[in-house]
């Protein structure tokens, strides 16, 4: 199966309910996501495993309009990032709170974010 594939079959997944002690993703799992996803980098905060990747964007007021639709994307899928909007760009950061780690719910919602950005024109890179 093609990466672009893969990526399209994740942008069909829905997110599921993690509880406490819901598996984390395995190394071996974040290695087969993590092409899917290439602009998003795995960082630590606070101990604690992230996806985040920052977008440029012309304005403020383009800042703010990618922000909720990253929002209105979070609330339909049920799972809720950081987001930090600055003028000309936005954060955004992904990773399961109940488990304290990375789950395949937050793969899916970096390859949706991404979408959203594509069909947005947000602009590439900003880090």
């Keep these: 199966m093609s990466d672009a594939t893969n990526q399209n079959a994740l942008l069909d997944e829905r997110c599921v309910a993690c509880r406490r002690g819901a598996p984390r993703v395995t190394d071996e799992e974040a290695a087969e996501l993590q092409p899917l996803i290439p602009d998003w ?7 604690v495993p992230r996806l985040v990747r920052a977008f440029r964007l012309p304005t403020f007021r383009d800042a703010l309009a990618f922000t909720q639709q990253v929002g209105e994307l979070a609330e339909a899928e ?6 930090l909007t600055e003028w000309g760009k936005v954060t955004i950061s992904w990773w399961t709170h109940k488990i304290r780690g990375l789950h395949r719910n937050d793969y899916i919602m970096a390859a949706k974010t991404d979408a959203l950005a594509r069909d947005a024109g947000v602009l590439p890179g900003g880090q």
Aim: glycine fraction near 16%.
């Design 78 to 83: 049920g799972h809720h990032p950081a987001i």
């Design 41 to 47: 980098e795995r960082q630590m905060h606070d101990g």
